[in-house]
């Protein structure tokens, strides 16, 4: 399919481009990007043409966390509907947790859920493997016959290690095949409060997970990246000491990368309320001073990546008291918008907010994303034409009820937050193919 889109506001953060143009592409590539004379519109004979003035065309988003609930947990999200709402907020790639039932630890289940994903045509997905068999923290996993399976690493999901002696030998055995291991910090002992300790939490007489929780994992996961050399990505920081730490450890060189997720970049514990299930959620919510410590992180680039953290829950599941509801939140719908939010309010700007969920997550996939590494979150001639059209000027409420996930739960919800989020997504393309479309 040919497809011409003319004269849009082009971004693309990672080159610096911000220009009007034109951006035609065929063969699930762009072929070119700049003003298009009617000769080569002519020769070119698109197949369609979009007139996007008013509209921002970026590159398609990169959303490091996301949990489709297939295999297993149906009842929370179907692949299908969960990959319909990430191309409904321009999310063109995704990266899909294992802890999934069964855990994503054998290759066949791997190649199984990327074959249904290719079949269903919305978004590219790129699997983490278990790094230990079900997720027990025990043995390790096959973690090559996975590679070739289509992971692009591994992780724990929120599932801990608690021998720090397996956790050294799975650095070890990665950084000899130089593959990237992905780790939430959290020491198992400390982090199984439910909400942040503090004020808040002594108030309402929920039990703390304290920012030592976090502190103390990432001092053992730097001292292993030491020894061993490995590569790790951090998933989903939540304080503003774990930011330092993160801080001094990319200035010492170590391989480290980072994220955040939309929850704690925007949300503080005081938004928990009267017992709000909605605000439950992994990590917990912090205090103020970390939500603006993680602001000022991703603005800098200590901070790659932000990420939606989608985690679908059911009713069932979500409408329990605080202490017992699922932790967890759908995301993928409002990533662009609160990315531009956080853009607009901590005035990082329009720019920097797409580099948080376009090119930043792509340098943290590095080579694992092999042939689509070198255009992937990016908009450049010959690249692959995954691409996000959206209106800055529309702003929308999130109405759970209209959200295209299975899980209809969000701290965002406009009855409760009010928050309007900036930016409407009026088009999507996965390698120049349509797969939203809401002009």
């Not at 369609?48 to 149906?74: F, M, T």
């Not at 956790?167 to 780790?183: E, S």
């Not at 200590?302 to 059911?314: E, G, Q, W, Y």
């Not at 609160?338 to 990082?348: C, F, I, P």
């Amino acid at each position: 399919m040919k497809i011409l889109i003319t004269q849009g506001r082009v971004i693309d953060p990672a080159s610096g481009r911000d220009e009007r143009a034109d951006v035609a592409i065929a063969g699930g590539r762009i072929v070119r990007i700049g003003p298009v004379s009617a000769d080569f519109a002519a020769e070119f004979a698109p197949d369609r043409v979009l007139d996007a003035r008013g509209l921002i065309v970026a590159p398609g988003l990169v959303d490091l966390a996301a949990r489709l609930r297939e295999p297993g947990q149906e009842h929370g999200g179907m692949l299908e509907s969960e990959l319909a709402a990430a191309a409904a907020g321009g999310v063109t790639s995704l990266v899909c947790l294992p802890d999934t039932d069964p855990t994503l630890d054998e290759p066949g289940l791997v190649e199984m859920l990327k074959f249904r994903a290719r079949k269903l045509s919305r978004c590219r997905l790129f699997p983490l493997g278990a790094l230990t068999r079900g997720l027990a923290g025990e043995v390790l996993t096959e973690m090559a016959e996975l590679t070739e399976a289509g992971c692009v690493g591994f992780s724990q999901a929120d599932a801990p290690v608690r021998d720090t002696q397996v956790l050294a030998r799975a650095l070890q055995y990665a950084a000899t095949f130089g593959y990237t291991v992905w780790l939430r910090p959290n020491d198992p002992w400390l982090g199984g409060g439910v909400a942040a300790s503090g004020a808040v939490a002594t108030r309402l007489g929920l039990s703390g997970v304290p920012v030592s929780a976090e502190t103390i994992a990432l001092h053992t996961v730097f001292e292993l990246v030491r020894a061993s050399g490995a590569r790790v990505h951090l998933c989903r920081l939540s304080s503003a000491a774990g930011v330092e730490l993160l801080r001094a450890a990319r200035a010492e060189g170590l391989p480290v990368t980072a994220d955040v997720s939309i929850n704690s970049l925007h949300l503080t514990d005081m938004d928990i309320g009267y017992f709000n299930p909605a605000m439950r959620l992994v990590p917990p919510l912090r205090q103020q001073r970390d939500r603006d410590a993680l602001r000022a992180a991703l603005a800098d680039g200590t901070i790659d990546a932000l990420v939606s953290d989608h985690t679908p829950v059911d009713a069932d599941a979500k409408t329990l008291p605080f202490a017992e509801a699922e932790p967890g939140a759908t995301g993928l719908e409002l990533l662009l918008g609160l990315a531009l939010k956080w853009g607009q309010d901590s005035g990082a700007g329009l720019r920097r907010a797409l580099a948080a969920v376009t090119c930043g997550p792509v340098a943290v996939l590095g080579g694992a994303l092999g042939s689509l590494s070198a255009s992937a979150g990016r908009l450049v001639e010959g690249g692959v034409g995954d691409v996000c059209v959206f209106d800055p000027d529309a702003r929308w409420a999130v109405e759970p009820a209209a959200l295209r996930s299975q899980g209809k739960h969000t701290p965002f919800a406009f009855e409760t937050s009010g928050f309007e989020l900036p930016g409407r997504v009026r088009l999507t393309l996965v390698a120049g193919q349509v797969a939203h479309e809401a002009l």
